[in-house]
């Protein structure tokens, strides 16, 4: 870590607090997911859990951005998770005393979804209050390296505890996890501008609101982002999470024992593309290396469409090859596809006034979120019509389109946007 960022109490404090929480989740989702499937034997049962947890941060999410502009922004931190403190401890009685059943999750589900939506955008915005600009690259690929260490620890822990306690302890752990998160918050000096609310409320609201659509409206730069940022994760979103299930189980056959190698290997390439970002941005500007990482991805998930073409497969007539080829391909695309959510993240925060931070970030939260199963869906269709190479060959085009595209217009942008980036 950088010298300066070591230092600087408030953000380790931010930093700890998140993980901790974000590995109590974690656990809880992996926990849930086997409860769920164990008490049902369902996938669409399963299927609609993730729903429900979906649903209210698309709502939400906007609408939060706006509350986390005019709130003190570290109270919303302290408060959203002493409330999961407080519904993990109830799940967790009625766990010990009683049984939990779908009802319980699927309530469990929506609160903590919406509790979400509050908190990610004042969390997002909260970063760059504590860090000086220069030094954004660097947090926010300390906090990205954090949270892939605790996506990485997070579910062979689950997996043990589940196994030995059940879900009770999961439960408990988790409420835990957010008790020492809320002190931790509490323990963080962030200043914020509270607004003072004058006439009629809703008004007002809907007025901010509108201010923070026309702020990226009309900012050039953070529109294209946007426009970008969905399509991204749509085609991300689809040919990764459907497509490497699809490939390593249907086309290369491989044994759970390879795929659980496959996902390991995934999380690591996330956590050195997040170690490398800060020496890489040091070199390249954050526009410059947005647009080179994406072209990067599509010429990665060309390669990808190679190595599974059933030509290439016979050619080769060894499936364990053509795994590790794959999975090399695959690891070299994490990485690089790290730089694209640190890069994004960044130019965001660099572009935008302290006072509509919440809005902005919240604003490109929800159209990841609403990418995702979009591109989910679509790719779900194509991998049950559609050869997986020419899938992969069209998502590569995709993505170079938009990376040519992307040169050509941040290039073109104001110069003095440039010069902040640049900062």
Known sequence: MEKNLIKNKDFILLIIGKVISFIGTRMNSFAFALYVLTITGSGSKFASILIVGIIPQIILTPVCGVLA??????????????????????????????????????????????????????????????????????????????????????????????????????????????????????????????????GNVYKEFFNDFKIGFDFIVGNNFLKYIMIFCFFINGVLGGSMSVGIPFICKIVLKISDMQFGLTETAMVFGSLIGALLSPMIAKKISLERLFSLVILGCGILLFLVGIVVNSNIISVVNNLFVTWILFLLILTTFTIIATFINISMGTMMQKLTPNNMLGRVMATGGTIAIIAMPFGQVIYGVLFDKVITFYIFVVSAAILTTIALISFKVLKAQDENLVAILEE
């Open 69 to 198: 502009d005019w709130l003190d922004r570290k109270k919303i931190m302290v408060y959203i998770d002493s409330a999961m403190a407080i519904l993990f401890t109830t799940l967790s009685v009625i766990a010990f005393i009683s049984t939990i059943n779908l009802t319980h999750i699927y309530i469990a589900v929506i609160l903590g979804s919406i509790c979400q939506a509050l908190y990610n955008p004042a969390a997002g915005a909260a970063i760059p209050s504590l860090v000086e600009k220069e030094l954004l690259v660097k947090a926010n690929s300390i906090d990205s390296t954090v949270t892939t260490l605790g996506g990485l620890i997070a579910p062979a822990i689950a997996a043990a505890i589940y196994g030995i306690f059940g879900i009770k302890i999961i439960l408990l752990l988790n409420a835990i996890s957010f008790i020492i998160a809320s002190i931790m918050e509490a323990m963080i000096n962030l200043k914020t501008e509270v607004k003072k609310l004058e």
